[in-house]
């Protein structure tokens, strides 16, 4: 049986100055583990002065953990924000959302990260989101051109319920969370115009936004298994992620913005445990080397990575499968397995190896390799590369 409604936990504080709000708190969920059928999690309704602005889905179980929830345009003054338990939309297991602390803040227009938080999008997620493939992080980036500047958004998921496996993003993209990116705009910036705004739909097409806003921000809405995004839709979950400064693309990969986020790796691992009727140690990310590196590839090229130990074992990042190869220029991130606690000294070689017959030439530069500790932090794992 589910949990009653617990007591709703308010929050107020002066808001002096006016900018994009957001509540900061600190929460925990009795009894639930992002690792635990039927207990994942716990869902809460946010308000702002009774009125919904979004759902935080409490993923991090029991243990205190911080979560933001992002507002909208909050003016000077004295909002009530509330934290209420959704026990119609959590688990089974889930009992009650605890809330030990939270405050209020704005980010002013003055702000270096205002535009980014200005044009962030709102997410319907699938009514499943409580259990599978929850929206983690809203990783963002800015560049200037011209008079322009371009604005890009991308969701990062727990996991993918379909079409990319596990082992094909740690592959592809060093890690087993999804990333898309799903919103682009360009603003005039001495106007304040916006000329072109897109979203990446399903196929990765892309679709121009309509005018569907919450405390005025663009709303998307997760439209497949495989968390592709629509201008169309809706669900009973609304998440509204803060955004985070994710990259600068011309210095390293996308992915290079989840090292800072240790825990929500550990959640992946977590749903990766639960939904596998076994867990050998290549499902476990810490049993993998990470190498990010910068390629010059032609069409057709493939590439994989190859460790040797000194005991004559090999292990290849695409596991001797031609669609889980890097095909990309630019900066890529991939990961291969390695036989828990493998050290430097017991590698013989790590080497790059072309997988396709195409004469053209490829430059690999720019390698740098690391491990995840048992708290799945980055550690660098220095060798010897041969590209």
Not at 193 to 213: C, E, M, N, W, Y
Request: hydrophobic share 40%; charged share 20%; aromatic share 8%.
């Amino acid at each position: 049986m589910k949990a009653q409604q617990t007591l709703t936990f308010t929050v107020t504080e002066t808001i002096h100055v006016a900018g994009e709000g957001f509540v900061r708190l600190l929460a925990r969920a009795p009894g639930c583990d992002w690792s635990r059928r039927g207990a994942e999690s716990a869902v809460a309704d946010i308000t702002v002065d009774g009125i919904p602005r979004a759902q935080l889905v409490v993923h991090r179980g029991e243990a205190l953990a911080e979560y933001t929830v992002a507002l909208g345009y909050l003016e000077p003054g004295n909002p009530l924000v509330g934290i209420t338990f959704r026990p119609d939309l959590s688990p089974p297991g889930a009992r009650e959302v605890q809330v030990e602390n939270a405050s209020l803040g704005t980010i002013p227009e003055n702000h270096p990260d205002y535009l980014l938080w200005r044009f962030a999008p709102r997410l319907y997620g699938r009514p499943d989101n409580a259990t599978s493939d929850t929206p983690l992080l809203l990783l963002a980036r800015y560049r200037h051109e011209g008079a322009y500047t371009r604005l890009a958004y991308a969701f990062v998921w727990s996991d993918q319920d379909a079409d990319r496996s596990m082992l094909q993003r740690l592959a592809q993209d060093g890690t087993p969370m999804d990333i898309d990116w799903v919103y682009e705009l360009t603003l005039e910036r001495r106007t304040g115009r916006i000329p072109k705004a897109v979203v990446q739909s399903a196929g990765q097409l892309t679709d121009p936004l309509r005018g569907r806003f919450v405390a005025g921000h663009p709303v998307l809405a997760t439209a497949t298994r495989n968390n592709m995004v629509s201008v169309q839709g809706s669900s009973p979950l609304l998440f509204a992620l803060p955004p985070v400064w994710a990259y600068d693309e011309t210095k390293g990969p996308r992915e290079r913005a989840l090292d800072a986020f240790p825990w929500a790796l550990e959640l992946a691992a977590k749903e990766i445990r639960r939904e596998a009727n076994f867990v050998p140690s290549t499902l476990d990310p810490r049993n993998y080397l990470y190498l990010d590196f910068k390629t010059t590839l032609s069409p057709g090229s493939l590439l994989a990575v190859q460790a040797t130990l000194r005991d004559g074992r090999t292990s290849v990042s695409d596991h001797n499968n031609p669609t889980l190869t890097v095909f990309r220029s630019g900066w890529n991130r991939t990961a291969l397995p390695l036989p828990p606690g493998t050290t430097p000294t017991q590698l013989a070689s790590v080497r790059f190896l072309r997988r396709d017959k195409t004469p053209a030439k490829h430059l690999v530069e720019s390698v740098t390799t690391f491990v995840l500790d048992a708290k799945f932090q980055p550690q660098p794992f220095r060798l010897a590369i041969t590209v």
